[in-house]
C-alpha cells in the first residue's frame, strides 16, 4: 500500500491511498434518488498487507462512490467474479473541518469521507501448465558393495 498527500486548488489537504487486494462487499447506501435506487455504493475492499506486515492483520477500505460510476459496476463485477485489483481512495475532509488543518491532524474515520478513485483489474499471468503426472513410478535400487 501507497500513502501520499495531495492538495487541491483551494489548498485543502487530502489523504491518497493506493494498493491491491479483492472486493469483499459493495452495499447500496445514503440517499434514494427519484428512481428509487440508492444514489450511492459502498465498497469494501481486503487490502494485500503491506510490505513486512502480518498478512494475519486484516487491512480494509470502505470507500463510497457514485451508483452510476463505471467505478461502482467493476466493484460489483470484482465481486461477483472474485478479481484481485489495483485500488486507489481518496480521504477528504467533511465541509466542517476547517481547512487550515493539516490531514495527519485529522481522524480520517469522523474528519473524513473516504471516495473510491480507482479500482482495475491486476492483470495475472496465466499458470503454466506442464505434462505432470499424477503417479510416478520409483525403482528404488540397492546398491552392492
Same mark, same amino acid.
Given at each position: 500500500?501507497?500513502?501520499?498527500?495531495?492538495?487541491?486548488?483551494?489548498?485543502?489537504?487530502?489523504?491518497?491511498?493506493?494498493?491491491?487486494?479483492?472486493?469483499?462487499?459493495?452495499?447500496?447506501?445514503?440517499?434514494?434518488?427519484?428512481?428509487?435506487?440508492?444514489?450511492?455504493?459502498?465498497?469494501?475492499?481486503?487490502?494485500?498487507?503491506?510490505?513486512?506486515?502480518?498478512?494475519?492483520?486484516?487491512?480494509?477500505?470502505?470507500? +463510497?462512490?457514485? /451508483?452510476? *460510476?463505471? =467505478?461502482?459496476?467493476?466493484?460489483?463485477? #470484482? !465481486?461477483?467474479?472474485?478479481?484481485?485489483?489495483?485500488?486507489?481512495?481518496?480521504?477528504?475532509?467533511?465541509?466542517?473541518?476547517?481547512?487550515?488543518?493539516?490531514?495527519?491532524?485529522?481522524?480520517? +474515520?469522523?474528519? /473524513?469521507? *473516504?471516495? =473510491?478513485?480507482?479500482?482495475?483489474?491486476? #492483470? !495475472?499471468?496465466?499458470?503454466?501448465?506442464?505434462?505432470?503426472?499424477?503417479?510416478?513410478?520409483?525403482?528404488?535400487?540397492?546398491?552392492?558393495?
Amino acid at each position: 500500500m501507497q500513502t501520499w498527500v495531495e492538495a487541491d486548488a483551494a489548498g485543502r489537504q487530502y489523504l491518497v491511498r493506493s494498493g491491491t487486494g479483492v472486493v469483499t462487499a459493495v452495499a447500496p447506501v445514503g440517499i434514494i434518488g427519484p428512481d428509487d435506487e440508492h444514489t450511492t455504493c459502498r465498497v469494501e475492499i481486503y487490502c494485500d498487507a503491506p510490505h513486512g506486515r502480518p498478512g494475519a492483520i486484516r487491512y480494509s477500505v470502505h470507500p +463510497v462512490v457514485s /451508483a452510476t *460510476s463505471p =467505478l461502482c459496476a467493476a466493484a460489483y463485477d #470484482a !465481486l461477483e467474479q472474485v478479481w484481485p485489483i489495483a485500488w486507489t481512495v481518496e480521504w477528504h475532509r467533511h465541509d466542517w473541518i476547517p481547512d487550515d488543518l493539516p490531514v495527519g491532524a485529522l481522524n480520517l +474515520v469522523t474528519d /473524513a469521507r *473516504s471516495v =473510491l478513485k480507482g479500482l482495475d483489474r491486476v #492483470a !495475472l499471468p496465466e499458470p503454466a501448465f506442464a505434462d505432470i503426472p499424477d503417479f510416478a513410478e520409483v525403482q528404488w535400487r540397492s546398491e552392492s558393495t
